[in-house]
Protein backbone atom coordinates (compact mmCIF):
# COMPACT_ATOMS: atom_id res chain seq x y z
CA UNK A 1 0.00 0.00 0.00
CA UNK A 2 1.40 3.39 -0.83
CA UNK A 3 1.96 5.78 1.87
CA UNK A 4 -0.75 8.97 1.49
CA UNK A 5 1.97 11.36 1.94
CA UNK A 6 5.48 11.40 1.53
CA UNK A 7 7.98 13.26 2.91
CA UNK A 8 11.93 14.47 1.86
CA UNK A 9 15.04 16.08 2.24
CA UNK A 10 17.63 17.25 -0.53
CA UNK A 11 20.28 20.20 0.45
CA UNK A 12 17.89 22.32 3.04
CA UNK A 13 14.91 21.41 1.30
CA UNK A 14 12.18 19.69 2.91
CA UNK A 15 9.19 18.50 0.53
CA UNK A 16 5.92 17.44 1.22
CA UNK A 17 3.96 15.44 -1.12
CA UNK A 18 0.52 14.60 -0.65
CA UNK A 19 0.44 11.20 -2.51
CA UNK A 20 -3.69 10.04 -2.88
CA UNK A 21 -3.74 11.07 -6.22
CA UNK A 22 -7.15 8.74 -7.25
CA UNK A 23 -8.98 10.93 -4.56
CA UNK A 24 -7.23 14.30 -5.79
CA UNK A 25 -5.37 13.94 -2.80
CA UNK A 26 -7.74 14.53 0.02
CA UNK A 27 -6.60 14.99 2.98
CA UNK A 28 -7.39 12.05 5.92
CA UNK A 29 -6.86 12.48 9.45
CA UNK A 30 -3.40 10.37 9.62
CA UNK A 31 -1.98 12.86 6.94
CA UNK A 32 -2.99 15.73 8.52
CA UNK A 33 -1.29 14.14 11.79
CA UNK A 34 2.14 13.58 9.88
CA UNK A 35 2.06 16.98 8.27
CA UNK A 36 1.97 17.92 11.35
CA UNK A 37 4.57 16.11 13.46
CA UNK A 38 7.29 16.51 10.35
CA UNK A 39 6.33 20.77 10.40
CA UNK A 40 7.34 20.62 13.75
CA UNK A 41 10.44 18.36 13.27
CA UNK A 42 11.50 20.62 10.59
CA UNK A 43 10.90 23.60 11.94
CA UNK A 44 13.80 23.14 14.70
CA UNK A 45 16.08 20.66 12.14
CA UNK A 46 18.75 23.81 11.33
CA UNK A 47 19.89 21.86 8.41
CA UNK A 48 16.15 22.36 6.27
CA UNK A 49 16.05 26.23 5.15
CA UNK A 50 12.77 26.08 3.15
CA UNK A 51 9.30 23.69 2.58
CA UNK A 52 7.67 22.86 -0.05
CA UNK A 53 4.94 21.06 -0.78
CA UNK A 54 2.81 19.55 -3.89
CA UNK A 55 0.21 16.98 -4.82
CA UNK A 56 1.31 13.86 -6.98
CA UNK A 57 -0.42 12.75 -9.96
CA UNK A 58 -2.01 15.44 -12.85
CA UNK A 59 -5.38 16.54 -11.52
CA UNK A 60 -4.99 18.36 -7.95
CA UNK A 61 -2.95 19.79 -5.44
CA UNK A 62 -5.28 18.36 -2.83
CA UNK A 63 -9.52 18.77 -3.52
CA UNK A 64 -10.23 19.14 0.34
CA UNK A 65 -10.75 16.72 3.04
CA UNK A 66 -12.07 13.07 3.57
CA UNK A 67 -15.67 14.36 4.65
CA UNK A 68 -17.25 10.95 3.37
CA UNK A 69 -15.72 9.47 6.21
CA UNK A 70 -17.47 11.38 8.60
CA UNK A 71 -20.84 11.59 6.79
CA UNK A 72 -20.62 7.62 6.58
CA UNK A 73 -20.53 7.37 10.53
CA UNK A 74 -23.19 9.41 11.35
CA UNK A 75 -23.86 12.41 13.44
CA UNK A 76 -24.53 10.20 16.53
CA UNK A 77 -21.08 10.28 18.98
CA UNK A 78 -19.42 11.14 15.76
CA UNK A 79 -15.72 10.63 16.70
CA UNK A 80 -13.91 10.74 13.29
CA UNK A 81 -15.65 14.51 13.06
CA UNK A 82 -13.74 15.99 16.00
CA UNK A 83 -10.74 13.97 15.89
CA UNK A 84 -9.60 14.55 11.99
CA UNK A 85 -10.99 18.59 12.47
CA UNK A 86 -8.92 18.53 15.19
CA UNK A 87 -5.68 17.28 13.75
CA UNK A 88 -6.68 19.32 10.70
CA UNK A 89 -7.04 22.49 11.99
CA UNK A 90 -3.85 22.12 14.36
CA UNK A 91 -1.84 21.52 11.44
CA UNK A 92 -3.18 24.26 9.54
CA UNK A 93 -1.95 26.82 12.35
CA UNK A 94 1.34 25.09 12.73
CA UNK A 95 0.99 25.85 9.34
CA UNK A 96 0.13 29.48 9.52
CA UNK A 97 3.11 29.70 12.46
CA UNK A 98 6.01 28.17 10.08
CA UNK A 99 8.53 30.18 10.32
CA UNK A 100 10.83 29.06 7.37
CA UNK A 101 9.61 30.05 3.77
CA UNK A 102 6.71 27.26 3.22
CA UNK A 103 6.08 27.21 -0.84
CA UNK A 104 2.91 25.56 -2.20
CA UNK A 105 2.85 24.42 -5.25
CA UNK A 106 -1.04 24.92 -6.76
CA UNK A 107 -0.62 22.94 -10.20
CA UNK A 108 -3.81 21.67 -10.11
CA UNK A 109 -7.00 21.78 -8.49
CA UNK A 110 -7.12 23.64 -4.42
CA UNK A 111 -10.35 23.35 -2.46
CA UNK A 112 -11.68 23.10 0.95
CA UNK A 113 -8.60 21.21 2.79
CA UNK A 114 -6.37 21.91 -0.02
CA UNK A 115 -6.36 25.58 0.71
CA UNK A 116 -5.48 25.36 4.53
CA UNK A 117 -2.18 23.24 3.81
CA UNK A 118 -1.23 26.37 1.33
CA UNK A 119 -2.80 29.46 1.90
CA UNK A 120 -1.07 29.91 5.80
CA UNK A 121 2.24 29.32 4.35
CA UNK A 122 4.61 32.31 2.76
CA UNK A 123 4.20 31.33 -0.78
CA UNK A 124 1.38 30.36 -2.90
CA UNK A 125 2.70 29.52 -6.82
CA UNK A 126 0.07 29.69 -9.00
CA UNK A 127 -0.23 27.77 -12.31
CA UNK A 128 -2.48 27.49 -15.59
CA UNK A 129 -3.56 24.39 -14.34
CA UNK A 130 -4.85 26.06 -10.86
CA UNK A 131 -8.39 25.49 -9.82
CA UNK A 132 -9.46 27.74 -6.72
CA UNK A 133 -12.61 27.60 -4.37
CA UNK A 134 -13.92 27.37 -0.90
CA UNK A 135 -17.15 25.29 -2.05
CA UNK A 136 -18.41 24.29 1.20
CA UNK A 137 -21.95 26.22 1.33
CA UNK A 138 -22.88 24.07 -1.26
CA UNK A 139 -22.60 20.61 1.26
CA UNK A 140 -23.92 22.24 4.16
CA UNK A 141 -20.80 23.24 5.81
CA UNK A 142 -18.29 26.23 6.44
CA UNK A 143 -15.18 27.49 4.45
CA UNK A 144 -13.49 26.01 7.21
CA UNK A 145 -9.19 25.33 7.53
CA UNK A 146 -8.74 29.01 8.57
CA UNK A 147 -11.03 30.54 6.08
CA UNK A 148 -12.50 33.13 9.00
CA UNK A 149 -9.27 34.41 8.95
CA UNK A 150 -8.21 34.55 5.28
CA UNK A 151 -11.30 35.22 3.82
CA UNK A 152 -12.28 38.51 5.39
CA UNK A 153 -8.89 40.09 5.16
CA UNK A 154 -8.79 39.54 0.98
CA UNK A 155 -9.72 42.94 -0.71
CA UNK A 156 -12.97 44.22 -0.95
CA UNK A 157 -15.87 41.71 -0.65
CA UNK A 158 -13.99 39.64 -2.37
CA UNK A 159 -13.97 36.95 0.75
CA UNK A 160 -17.32 36.81 1.45
CA UNK A 161 -18.13 36.53 -2.17
CA UNK A 162 -15.76 33.24 -2.01
CA UNK A 163 -17.14 32.06 1.19
CA UNK A 164 -20.73 32.36 0.24
CA UNK A 165 -20.86 30.98 -3.54
CA UNK A 166 -17.66 28.64 -3.60
CA UNK A 167 -16.86 30.31 -6.62
CA UNK A 168 -14.35 28.98 -8.62
CA UNK A 169 -11.12 30.93 -9.57
CA UNK A 170 -8.29 30.63 -12.04
CA UNK A 171 -5.09 31.71 -12.39
CA UNK A 172 -5.37 35.30 -13.12
CA UNK A 173 -8.12 35.79 -10.57
CA UNK A 174 -6.12 34.06 -7.91
CA UNK A 175 -3.21 36.33 -8.43
CA UNK A 176 -5.52 39.02 -8.27
CA UNK A 177 -7.42 38.44 -5.05
CA UNK A 178 -4.02 37.94 -3.36
CA UNK A 179 -4.67 34.08 -2.46
CA UNK A 180 -1.81 33.25 -4.91
CA UNK A 181 1.67 35.24 -4.18
CA UNK A 182 3.09 34.37 -7.77
CA UNK A 183 2.29 32.88 -11.31
CA UNK A 184 4.24 30.40 -12.73
CA UNK A 185 3.96 27.83 -15.62
CA UNK A 186 2.72 24.64 -15.08
CA UNK A 187 6.05 23.28 -17.15
CA UNK A 188 8.48 25.44 -15.26
CA UNK A 189 7.68 23.97 -11.83
CA UNK A 190 9.98 21.26 -11.80
CA UNK A 191 12.71 23.84 -12.57
CA UNK A 192 11.98 25.84 -10.07
CA UNK A 193 12.13 23.02 -7.35
CA UNK A 194 15.42 22.33 -9.18
CA UNK A 195 16.39 25.56 -8.66
CA UNK A 196 15.57 25.77 -4.75
CA UNK A 197 17.50 22.66 -3.77
CA UNK A 198 20.86 24.37 -5.73
CA UNK A 199 21.05 27.89 -3.96
CA UNK A 200 22.00 27.98 -1.32
CA UNK A 201 18.80 29.33 0.24
CA UNK A 202 18.37 30.99 3.44
CA UNK A 203 15.50 33.36 3.86
CA UNK A 204 11.80 34.90 2.93
CA UNK A 205 13.90 37.35 0.62
CA UNK A 206 16.08 34.67 -1.46
CA UNK A 207 12.82 32.54 -2.00
CA UNK A 208 11.32 35.74 -3.53
CA UNK A 209 14.11 36.71 -5.60
CA UNK A 210 14.35 33.06 -7.05
CA UNK A 211 10.30 33.02 -7.56
CA UNK A 212 10.44 36.31 -9.20
CA UNK A 213 13.32 34.43 -11.93
CA UNK A 214 10.65 32.49 -12.90
CA UNK A 215 7.41 34.19 -12.25
CA UNK A 216 5.17 35.41 -15.66
CA UNK A 217 2.33 37.82 -15.77
CA UNK A 218 -1.03 35.65 -16.06
CA UNK A 219 -2.49 38.39 -17.92
CA UNK A 220 -6.03 40.15 -17.54
CA UNK A 221 -7.87 38.84 -14.53
CA UNK A 222 -12.14 38.44 -15.27
CA UNK A 223 -12.96 38.89 -12.36
CA UNK A 224 -12.09 42.14 -11.89
CA UNK A 225 -14.74 43.28 -14.48
CA UNK A 226 -17.48 42.52 -11.89
CA UNK A 227 -15.30 43.78 -8.75
CA UNK A 228 -17.62 46.46 -8.17
CA UNK A 229 -20.74 44.66 -8.11
CA UNK A 230 -19.20 41.95 -6.07
CA UNK A 231 -17.81 44.29 -3.31
CA UNK A 232 -21.47 46.33 -3.36
CA UNK A 233 -23.70 42.93 -2.94
CA UNK A 234 -21.31 41.19 -0.64
CA UNK A 235 -20.76 44.12 1.39
CA UNK A 236 -24.33 43.70 2.75
CA UNK A 237 -24.80 43.00 6.51
CA UNK A 238 -26.92 40.00 5.89
CA UNK A 239 -27.92 37.39 3.58
CA UNK A 240 -31.32 38.41 2.69
CA UNK A 241 -30.01 42.24 1.94
CA UNK A 242 -27.03 39.88 -0.48
CA UNK A 243 -29.98 38.27 -2.07
CA UNK A 244 -32.17 41.50 -2.44
CA UNK A 245 -28.88 43.60 -4.02
CA UNK A 246 -28.31 41.10 -6.14
CA UNK A 247 -32.23 41.12 -7.65
CA UNK A 248 -32.20 44.69 -8.18
CA UNK A 249 -28.79 44.66 -10.52
CA UNK A 250 -29.49 44.05 -14.09
CA UNK A 251 -26.62 42.26 -15.11
CA UNK A 252 -25.94 38.32 -16.05
CA UNK A 253 -22.98 37.99 -13.23
CA UNK A 254 -25.73 39.08 -10.97
CA UNK A 255 -28.83 36.72 -11.94
CA UNK A 256 -25.91 33.82 -12.21
CA UNK A 257 -24.69 34.72 -8.63
CA UNK A 258 -28.37 34.79 -7.30
CA UNK A 259 -29.11 31.59 -8.69
CA UNK A 260 -26.28 30.02 -7.41
CA UNK A 261 -26.85 31.51 -3.71
CA UNK A 262 -30.60 30.05 -4.23
CA UNK A 263 -29.04 26.64 -4.32
CA UNK A 264 -27.12 26.78 -0.94
CA UNK A 265 -27.72 25.33 2.36
CA UNK A 266 -30.10 28.66 3.50
CA UNK A 267 -28.30 27.60 7.53
CA UNK A 268 -25.23 27.61 6.48
CA UNK A 269 -25.29 30.67 4.07
CA UNK A 270 -26.68 32.36 7.91
CA UNK A 271 -23.75 30.62 9.95
CA UNK A 272 -21.07 31.41 7.27
CA UNK A 273 -22.23 35.19 7.36
CA UNK A 274 -21.55 34.97 10.65
CA UNK A 275 -18.42 33.39 10.73
CA UNK A 276 -16.55 35.61 8.59
CA UNK A 277 -17.97 38.84 10.37
CA UNK A 278 -16.42 37.70 13.74
CA UNK A 279 -13.75 36.38 11.72
CA UNK A 280 -12.41 39.38 10.22
CA UNK A 281 -11.89 40.55 13.84
CA UNK A 282 -10.18 37.70 15.56
CA UNK A 283 -6.28 36.87 15.51
CA UNK A 284 -5.71 33.90 13.93
CA UNK A 285 -5.86 31.32 16.63
CA UNK A 286 -8.94 32.10 17.60
CA UNK A 287 -10.56 31.71 14.10
CA UNK A 288 -9.72 28.34 14.40
CA UNK A 289 -11.17 27.49 17.56
CA UNK A 290 -14.50 28.88 16.76
CA UNK A 291 -14.39 27.24 13.56
CA UNK A 292 -14.09 23.95 15.48
CA UNK A 293 -17.19 24.99 17.72
CA UNK A 294 -18.47 25.45 14.28
CA UNK A 295 -17.90 22.18 12.91
CA UNK A 296 -18.74 20.66 16.21
CA UNK A 297 -21.95 21.52 16.52
CA UNK A 298 -22.91 20.96 12.77
CA UNK A 299 -21.30 17.05 12.52
CA UNK A 300 -23.21 16.35 16.12
CA UNK A 301 -26.70 16.91 14.71
CA UNK A 302 -28.72 15.78 11.70
CA UNK A 303 -27.48 19.01 9.52
CA UNK A 304 -27.37 19.69 6.37
CA UNK A 305 -24.02 18.69 6.22
CA UNK A 306 -24.85 14.94 5.63
CA UNK A 307 -27.55 15.55 3.29
CA UNK A 308 -25.23 18.19 1.36
CA UNK A 309 -22.67 15.32 1.14
CA UNK A 310 -24.39 12.80 0.52
CA UNK A 311 -26.34 14.50 -2.28
CA UNK A 312 -22.83 16.01 -3.85
CA UNK A 313 -20.26 13.10 -2.80
CA UNK A 314 -22.24 10.06 -2.24
CA UNK A 315 -25.35 9.74 -4.45
CA UNK A 316 -24.40 12.70 -6.74
CA UNK A 317 -27.28 13.45 -7.55
CA UNK A 318 -27.00 16.97 -7.06
CA UNK A 319 -30.02 17.61 -5.46
CA UNK A 320 -29.97 18.06 -1.74
CA UNK A 321 -33.36 18.95 0.43
CA UNK A 322 -32.26 21.21 2.68
CA UNK A 323 -33.85 21.73 6.24
CA UNK A 324 -35.07 24.18 6.31
CA UNK A 325 -35.05 25.31 2.95
CA UNK A 326 -35.72 28.82 3.04
CA UNK A 327 -33.85 31.63 4.83
CA UNK A 328 -36.28 32.94 6.14
CA UNK A 329 -37.26 30.02 8.69
CA UNK A 330 -33.38 30.11 9.68
CA UNK A 331 -33.53 32.42 13.04
CA UNK A 332 -30.76 33.99 14.85
CA UNK A 333 -30.51 31.40 17.99
CA UNK A 334 -30.22 28.82 15.62
CA UNK A 335 -27.02 30.22 13.86
CA UNK A 336 -25.92 31.63 17.34
CA UNK A 337 -25.72 27.67 18.24
CA UNK A 338 -23.35 26.89 16.03
CA UNK A 339 -20.77 28.99 17.92
CA UNK A 340 -20.89 27.39 21.44
CA UNK A 341 -18.19 25.47 23.14
CA UNK A 342 -18.06 21.82 22.49
CA UNK A 343 -19.19 19.91 25.43
CA UNK A 344 -15.71 18.35 25.74
CA UNK A 345 -14.03 21.46 25.81
CA UNK A 346 -12.37 23.40 22.96
CA UNK A 347 -9.73 23.11 20.21
CA UNK A 348 -6.67 23.48 22.02
CA UNK A 349 -3.64 24.53 19.76
Not at 196 to 213: F, G, P, R, T, Y
Not at 244 to 266: C, G
Request: glycine share 8%; proline share 3%; aromatic share 8%.
Amino acid sequence: MNEEILFSQDTGVGVITLNRPDVLNALSTDMCLKLDEQLKEWEANDEINIVIIEGAGEKAFCAGGDVRSIVEQGYQENVIAKEFFATEYKMNARIHHFSKPFIALLDGIVMGGGVGVSIHGSHRIVTEKTLFAMPESAIGLIPDVGGSYFLPRLPGSLGRYLGLTGARLKGSDILYAGIGTAYISSDKINDLVVALKKENIASHDDVDQLIAKFAEDPGYAPIDEFRDLIDAAFSELTVEDVFEHLSEIDHDWARETHAVLKKMSPISLKVITEQLNRGGKLEFDDCMIMEYRIVCAISAYDSDFYEGVRAVLIDKDHNPNWMPDSLGDVNHEMVLAHFNTPSDGDLTL
